[in-house]
């Protein structure tokens, strides 16, 4: 029976020297999702990727890909067969041509798909003969693309796929992402820091803050279950305890107290409305307020 | 298609070193005519000291073809120059971004870390060795455009001295390569390393023991002897250190 999660890792901890960068980093990416990973700046999302593809050794715990553990050499190697990746840099082979970098790269993917290969090299307009050190940064994005996507990978593995684009460049390497995985059973798995991005094409969400996970849970489920109860006092707002579950963060401002909550209004109302509010509030919230609020609680 | 990729990171390196070489052994064979005629007019050299020896034994090397070509292409241009050749062809590894490549990239390929430095190295030294050989076949291709002839042998028993033991230094450069992430310090550290060896040979006179000797395959001049023990330790040390850059290169973070 196939495993039916692509990534999954385990209390995943990396140190570089005196400093954590993950400090038991827990994810699970089940098959076929569009798996959106967020985090501020130096919050560990590029050393979860560089783990998962090999490129580093976890200090302790334990991180898989189909399965197979990524810090052993045979395994690493069938990960990334498997694997199409974007750098956030877009590292690329500055001395070859856009056609000698997919064909340099082809050689190694036996699954390689020249038809995908035509149609992106088509519809991003890459300039084949030109060298990949004169590309403009929205070219080299999208030949970057091309060759993860081209690859045949049952696993996309995109680190800030859209930075330095303009909307427009954006939106095209987006539409091309979500075209792409909509004809095949890839998992894609993206870090990103637009957040907009994020809930445009994901079905699922983690955000990392400090080397962990604060966050992770299907955006729908997160659409529905997430909720800001706002309620204003007379004076200045108590300093409730609440026992109800689900209360992700409490936040007190002169008479205006705050409650994000992962499990709906419903269970906190109850004991909200028992501190005496003159008003209560409750409105549905976005990926950006549980960003901010999830990286602000670690704070 | 590593292969390709490390053909098109050092191809610049390889092909200017073969044309420099190249030029430099053709240049001192065409040259030979006119040292022949200037020898006459060389007056008896009789300066003491170590200098003195050195400039009488050059001059008495070049009065005979064989002695000539030895003295100006396999003990000084050709070594000298082919050491340069050797560093720059072994710094810009797996690491270095210098060259226009990317770790990153190289590393999200399905080929292990070893694979990637093995073809890299076997890359630098096939070239290395061509650098040794082409300019020390043109010697005998072009000894009888002065009326002259040198042997194949002996061409290629400089050859293959040159390559082995100074592989040495590429060997240095490459693991120095694995430790540092820019192309400058390694180059630079290897070349120093070159000096120091070239230093010691001239302060200590160490012919018997010294890299660059063995380079110029001395021994096999005056004696007709090929130096196999002082070679086979070379080629030793050269392996252990491409296996050392190997291991230092497996267990890094990029």
């Known amino acids: 029976m196939p495993d039916p999660l692509t990534i999954e890792t385990t209390d995943l901890r990396k140190q570089y020297g005196p400093v954590e960068a993950l400090r038991g980093l827990t994810l699970r990416v089940p098959r076929g999702s569009i798996f959106g990973f967020l985090g501020r700046n130096g919050s560990g999302k590029t050393t979860t990727i560089k783990i ?32 199409g990746f974007v750098s956030e840099d877009k590292d690329l082979y500055d001395y070859m041509t856009a056609a000698e970098i997919i064909r340099f790269t082809a050689a190694f993917y036996p699954r390689w798909r020249a038809d995908l290969e035509r149609r992106y090299a088509h519809t991003f307009e890459l300039p084949l003969d030109a060298r990949i050190k004169t590309l403009s940064r929205g070219m080299r994005t999208k030949l ?23 909307p427009a460049a954006a939106e095209e390497v987006l539409q091309a992402l979500v ?17 907009a991005e994020v809930e445009q094409i994901a079905d699922r969400v983690a955000i990392i803050d400090r080397g962990r996970t604060v966050v ?47 499990a709906g209004a419903e269970p906190i109302l109850d004991e909200a409305r028992a501190l005496g509010p003159v008003s209560v509030d409750v409105v549905p919230v976005t990926l950006k307020d549980i960003f901010l609020a999830s990286v602000a609680m670690e704070d | ?42 007056p008896s050299v009789d300066v003491s000291g170590e200098l003195g020896r050195r400039i009488k034994e050059a001059i008495d090397l070049s009065r005979e073809y064989r002695g000539y070509i030895w003295q100006q292409c396999f003990r000084q241009n050709l070594v000298q120059m082919w050491t340069v050749f050797a560093v720059l062809l072994g710094t810009g590894g797996l690491l270095s971004r210098s060259s226009g ?75 120095l390569s694995t430790f540092f992430h820019d192309l400058w310090r390694p180059l630079l550290l290897a070349l120093a390393v070159a000096a120091l060896f ?53 267990h890094q973070d990029f």
Not at chain 1, 180 to 187: C, M, S
């Open chain 1, 52 to 83: 998962l593809l090999g490129m580093a050794r976890a200090t302790a715990g334990d991180a898989r890909v189909f399965g197979l553990p990524t810090d052993g050499d045979a395994s690493g190697v069938e990960i990334r067969r498997r694997t």
């Open chain 1, 144 to 166: 970057a693309l091309l060759l993860a996507l081209s690859r045949g990978a049952d696993l996309l593995v995109l680190d800030e796929p859209t930075s330095g684009l303009d």
């Open chain 1, 179 to 195: 075209t792409h995985v909509a004809e095949g059973d890839t998992t894609v798995f993206f870090s990103s820091h637009q957040i």
């Open chain 1, 216 to 262: 992770d849970a299907a955006l729908d489920d997160m659409r529905e279950h997430y909720r800001r109860i706002q309620l204003v006092f007379e004076r200045d707002a108590p300093e409730p305890s609440f026992r109800a579950p689900g209360v992700e963060r409490v936040r007190r401002a002169g008479r205006v107290l705050t409650i994000l909550s992962s």
């Open chain 2, 1 to 42: 298609m590593l292969w390709y990729k490390s053909w098109l990171e050092t191809r610049w390196r390889f092909l200017i070193g073969m044309a420099l070489l190249v030029c430099s052994a053709g240049g001192t064979v065409l040259t030979y005519p006119q040292v022949m005629k200037l020898m006459p007019l060389v």
């Open chain 2, 101 to 175: 490549g990317s770790p990153l990239y190289t590393l999200s390929l399905p080929v292990s870390r070893t694979r990637v430095l093995g073809i890299r190295a076997a890359t630098g030294l096939v070239e290395l060795f061509a650098l040794a050989l082409v300019p020390s076949l043109v010697i005998p291709l072009l000894s009888p455009a002065v009326s002259a002839s040198y042997s194949f042998a002996d061409a290629l028993v400089h050859a293959l001295c040159l390559f082995i033991a100074g592989t040495a230094f590429f060997s240095v450069a490459f693991v």
């Open chain 2, 198 to 250: 070239a230093l010691y040979e001239q302060v200590f006179h160490d012919t018997a023991q010294g890299l660059f000797t063995l380079m110029t395959g001395e021994k096999y001049f005056r004696t007709g002897n090929v130096p196999w023990a002082g070679l086979i330790i070379s080629a030793a040390a050269s392996t252990a250190m491409i296996y050392g850059a190997s291991l230092n290169i497996s």
